[in-house]
């Protein structure tokens, strides 16, 4: 099992992508719940607490214990594919009932101010243009694969605003030092946070995670305060995303926050879903 790749639709995850996919449950859920309401996504949630409780013979508990006990239970398994299934889906779809309901920011339209790429490692420099899949930007490569990679960091987003934020308390950041891929400015920062979703140039994404602050971004920050980037901080976080939509990204590109025409773009199917769970019994 850890030798082969796990697929689910066009992704693709290593066992240990998975493992820390679950692992991050959590977090993954409750940033993308937080401050919202839909009673359909709650049950989605409940329910998914459910399935994987009865997948891993754990008593209940929340998403965040259980999908750490999921982590450590299932690596090396054949029930790892099934119950990442389950939550990568779930978690699309709690997404698409909190839009449903209401619970998304306005539409906002901003630009790209900078792209940015590397061989591994920090700084990413500047380019005018890329072409993303659903791995992410073509021949963008992170150095420290056991923390980076999986499906949902696909693309990392920063803005300029924060950045010259940043810049005015005397750290020493530019674009694309901190690893972002794409720098946008124009946006409502603070809207732009897990479950929303983007368009940028041709490409659909789906803001999954805030990204974590990082010790190879120190040289940055005054006295490596790497911390001044985390979302505990206020929104001053870079944020990882899902391609859902392959294409091309040129500088000065308009970046559209919650496009009212993304309802072209299916979510995983409710099919899926039904065959993940299904999986569980078998």
């Known amino acids: 099992m850890s030798g082969s790749p796990l697929v689910i639709g066009p992704y693709r995850f290593t066992t240990n992508d998975a493992v820390r996919t679950l692992g991050n449950l959590g977090g993954l859920w409750a940033s993308q719940m937080d401050g919202r309401q839909s009673t359909t996504a709650d049950r989605l949630g409940t329910d998914l607490a459910r399935r994987i409780a009865t997948a891993i013979d754990h008593p209940p508990a929340s998403l965040d214990e259980l999908g750490r006990a999921a982590a450590k239970a299932l690596r090396d398994t054949p029930a790892l594919l099934p119950v990442l299934l389950d939550v990568w889906t779930t978690v699309r779809a709690a997404s698409d009932a909190l839009r449903a309901d209401g619970q998304m920011p306005a539409s906002a339209v901003g630009r790209v101010v900078q792209l940015s790429a590397s061989g591994g490692g920090v700084p990413k420099l500047a380019v005018p243009a890329v072409d993303v899949g659903f791995r992410g930007v073509a021949g963008d490569v992170q150095r420290v694969r056991v923390h980076h990679g999986r499906p949902w960091q696909a693309l990392c987003i920063y803005a300029d ?107 995983l199917t409710a099919s899926s879903r039904s065959n993940g769970q299904n999986a569980y019994a078998e």
Request: overall charge negative.
């Open 161 to 267: 605003e924060v950045i010259e934020e940043l810049r005015a308390e005397g750290h020493p950041i530019k674009r694309g030092s901190v690893g972002e891929n794409i720098t946008v400015a124009g946006l409502p920062w603070p809207e732009v946070r897990p479950g929303v979703l983007l368009r940028i140039g041709t490409v659909l994404a789906h803001v999954q995670a805030f990204a974590e602050p990082c010790s190879s971004n120190a040289a940055f920050f005054v006295g490596g305060d790497v911390h001044r980037m985390n979302i505990t901080r206020g929104p001053v976080s870079r944020v990882y995303a899902t391609v859902l939509r392959p294409g091309r990204i040129e500088t000065d590109d308009a970046v559209v926050l919650e496009p009212g025409d993304a309802g072209d773009i299916e979510s």
